[in-house]
């Protein structure tokens, strides 16, 4: 942690009320599966599956990834966030464009547009403002370009998300295939996937005791990644098949998801083995998701693409964010914790405001869910015990950081802490 800019650390309270709002979305979205088990096998474009998808790509996956960015920015890769005293406003800009969302899915059509314009000023208003100083030259060069690119993937993403709910609502008449197609790929495999590697790159060595990786390696993959899926995205909104999409977020997810297991294999020095089994898990489910998202692009039958969807949205991605979840709420929390107490307090360490017992249970109850939820593709009976279990696991995950929060409570308290 000696390399990591503390002093620029924002408030605590900026990327926590994004970061305590992500696992209440996974419990929705296991509520939801429970109420409506119906959904996995209805297909991936009826309304219930749409709605499980942006559960977690939106509120459970969106408020971590934009938390974490706020701290990452100016601690880790030394760029500034202008208008960061907005963080609440944005946070209550996703948060309700979400639900209006939902509501527009469900109930009424005439929402969907509203709540596309909602979410659109909330990620774009995260990340347009940091575009410059990520895109300029200076130090941390290749990760500030990697979480620019991953940026513009999301711009992009936006885009075409805003196009699509307005198509859902009637306000304009645009080929919905091709604008999910394209959506999708740039969203999962430019935004959080080119996100997760840019972030990954400091923070796997860091956090896994992984040996580092290679500058000429990390350049080569972002060049390849967001030049094959910017090209295929626009070939698909040409009328391309759809396979081509799926083999151009599935080149660079399968090098990601080898990279990181070859790392875990050969790291030197081996820690925090919660955090590396949440990594392990959610890196084959990632691979699987994306052989199985090429197999259902090339025609398999649609439980085949609802299975890909799981794998990918549901357990691969979530897996890695939740596994850093734990890891990025202790560190913020410290950090807080070393301006509260005064000088010469030795303060907890991060590993005891989370420690492993409590990560090795969330991460005991998503794998759990997970597994569920494969079986649930299958044999749909089993899709409202997967969603009590989801939500079950997501549960846990809030539970475990909220008693990080009180941990460092009650520490400052009993040793003299600013209120």
Not at 122 to 144: D, F, K, N, S, W
Not at 309 to 333: Q, S
Request: charged fraction near 10%.
């Amino acid at each position: 942690m000696s390399s990591l800019a503390l002093g620029r650390a924002p408030p605590s309270w900026r990327p926590l009320r994004f970061l305590l709002t992500a696992p209440v979305w996974g419990v929705v979205a296991g509520l939801v599966l429970f109420a409506d088990p119906g959904a996995l096998a209805l297909g991936r474009w009826a309304p219930p599956a749409v709605a499980l998808v942006h559960l977690f790509t939106l509120g459970v996956l969106g408020n971590a990834m934009l938390g974490s960015l706020a701290q990452f920015l100016p601690v880790a890769a030394a760029t500034p966030v202008p208008g960061a005293a907005l963080a609440p406003w944005l946070h209550a800009l996703l948060n309700l464009g979400l639900l209006l969302f939902l509501c527009g899915l469900y109930h009424l059509h005439a929402l969907l547009a509203p709540a596309g314009l909602l979410l659109a000023a909330a990620l774009l208003g995260a990340v347009l403002p940091v575009l410059p100083a990520l895109l300029r030259h200076g130090a941390q060069r290749l990760l500030r370009v990697g979480l620019g690119m991953a940026a513009l993937a999301l711009a992009a993403t936006v885009v075409l998300g805003v196009l699509a709910a307005a198509v859902l609502g009637g306000w304009i008449a645009l080929p919905l295939d091709r604008l999910a197609d394209a959506h999708g790929s740039l969203g999962m495999g430019g935004w959080m996937l080119g996100l997760l590697a840019a972030v990954g790159a400091t923070t796997v060595p860091m956090f896994q005791g992984t040996a580092a990786v290679p500058p000429w390696a990390l350049r080569a993959w972002i060049a390849v990644t967001f030049a094959l899926l910017a090209a295929a995205a626009i070939a698909r909104l040409c009328d391309a098949p759809p396979l081509l999409p799926a083999l151009a977020m599935a080149v660079p997810t399968l090098a990601f998801a080898a990279a990181v297991l070859w790392l875990q294999w050969h790291a030197p020095h081996r820690r925090n083995p919660a955090l590396v089994r949440f990594w392990r898990a959610g890196c084959i489910a990632l691979a699987l998701a994306a052989l199985v998202a090429c197999a259902a692009a090339a025609g398999a039958p649609e439980p085949v693409a609802v299975l890909a969807g799981v794998l990918g949205i549901g357990i691969g991605v979530p897996l890695l964010v939740n596994g850093m979840l734990l890891e990025v709420v202790a560190f913020i929390t410290w950090i807080a914790l070393r301006e509260r107490c005064p000088r010469g307090v030795r303060i907890l360490a991060v590993g005891r405001l989370v420690p492993d017992a409590d990560k090795h249970a969330a991460l005991l109850a998503h794998l759990a869910a997970s597994a569920l939820l494969v079986a649930a593709t299958i044999w749909p009976v089993l899709a409202a015990a997967a969603g009590l279990a989801l939500a079950a696991a997501y549960a846990v995950t809030a539970l475990c950081l909220l008693r990080c929060l009180r941990r460092a409570h009650d520490f400052a308290r009993d040793h003299g802490g600013a209120r």
